[in-house]
């Protein structure tokens, strides 16, 4: 089988806003509200993501969308027919799950074809798609095969084929990648997105993995406890998060509260650093003595021996430094991750380069002391 070529995934060509409209969207079950007033607008031909934990109504969601929930308020808007009140069936909407749900009994064909034929869909069109949407998921040799047949990944582009054959305006994915292991999750990362943007169709995935969000989305929204904390483009999220929920769950990040020390100032007084930290003046103004939290990635921490700290220049000493002792140490392949304890017990995350390492005379190991420095615009306010 010959490797597709893989296009970019991120395009700028989308099509126009409000394709999808989910308007105020609330879903009780009891006196539990599950998902609250929540809106969005996704484009036609968009891959957007709804990314969250366990239990914050991301899937209610994406089951209202498929009308196997019914919303107990709100609007869903599709292309600009309001599809709030038709039965599934009767919706150009189709749900892959995470389980797959083939049928075991059935060939890779006859389960592709299947959904056509209960819409009683002429034998001579059903074999014409059948064959051309196996073709486009590379499973054109595996139309005979049974299901136990094929591994994870294989059945994946089967249950996405039966998905992409009835031609929806609308596709859902639930956790598509759960059931495969990490090495395979991450090709079929960028295969099915592929896929799915030859075909063009737009597409709503729901899923807990940061990483499948961000690699596949054009953009993501971020929900906790029934409402969207923060939506955008998936580096939009990660360097500029607007509260400290979004900072810690995309990605990971170290994360400060302190007080103000003067109306309008930039700088935190933070009790578990020896000194104030030095805030960007242009992203915040606040006034004395108010709570600020802020955060900082791993990634954006210096690491270096406190002897070469105090040789560099005495503004780049002004900026935000620590000492901490190595307490936790993992080779990450292309970087090292240290944990840092500083002298307030606090433990910070920093992810050192290699070819950062690689100029010490020797690597930071168990029970060293390092210099920690990390400039003012590495810091972003969320809270």
């Not at 095969?145 to 994870?152: C, F, K, N």
């Not at 305006?169 to 292991?181: F, G, H, I, V």
Request: proline share 5%.
């Amino acid at each position: 089988m010959n490797t597709p070529q893989i296009p970019p995934m991120k395009t700028s060509t989308l099509g126009e806003e409000g394709f999808l409209q989910v308007l105020e969207v609330s879903k009780q079950f009891g006196n539990v509200t599950v998902v609250d007033k929540v809106s969005l607008s996704i484009r036609r031909q968009e891959f957007f993501a709804l990314l969250g934990s366990s239990g914050c109504g991301k899937s209610t969601l994406l089951r209202i969308m498929a009308g196997l929930e019914t919303p107990t308020s709100g609007r869903i808007l599709l292309d600009g027919q309001d599809i709030t009140d038709l039965p599934a069936h009767r919706r150009p909407v189709n749900m892959m799950f995470q389980s797959y749900a083939l049928f075991p009994h059935m060939d890779v064909a006859t389960n592709v074809g299947y959904g056509l034929r209960r819409e009683g869909v002429a034998p001579a069109q059903i074999r014409e798609r059948v064959v051309e949407v196996l073709a486009l998921v590379q499973m054109d040799s595996y139309a005979a095969s049974r299901p136990a047949q094929l591994s994870g990944g294989q059945q994946q582009r089967v249950a996405l084929a039966r998905s992409l054959v009835k031609r929806p305006k609308l596709l859902l994915l639930d956790e598509p990648m759960s059931a495969l292991d990490k090495k395979i999750r991450q090709q079929t990362q960028f295969e099915l997105g592929s896929i799915l943007q030859k075909v063009g169709v737009t597409c709503l995935m729901v899923t807990h993995d940061q990483e499948e969000a961000m690699t596949m989305a054009d953009r993501l929204a971020v929900m906790s406890e029934g409402v969207i904390v923060q939506m955008g483009t998936p580096e939009h999220i990660y360097e500029a998060p607007n509260t400290r929920f979004s900072a810690e769950f995309i990605g990971s990040t170290n994360v400060f509260t302190g007080s103000l020390v003067s109306d309008g100032g930039d700088v935190l007084d933070c009790s578990e650093l020896a000194r104030p930290l030095q805030l960007p003046s242009v992203q915040f103004h606040g006034r004395s003595g108010q709570a600020v939290t802020v955060s900082v990635r791993p990634e954006r921490i210096r690491v270096s021996w406190p002897q070469s700290a105090d040789s560099r220049d005495s503004s780049e000493q002004s900026v935000n430094t620590a000492l901490g002792v190595v307490e936790q140490i993992g080779y990450m392949g292309s970087y090292t991750l240290y944990y840092l304890r500083l002298p307030s017990g606090r433990v910070l995350m920093a992810h050192v380069p290699r070819e950062v390492l690689a100029g010490f005379d020797r690597e930071p190991d168990y029970g060293d002391t390092v210099a920690l420095h990390w400039s003012v615009h590495s810091l972003v306010v969320v809270g």
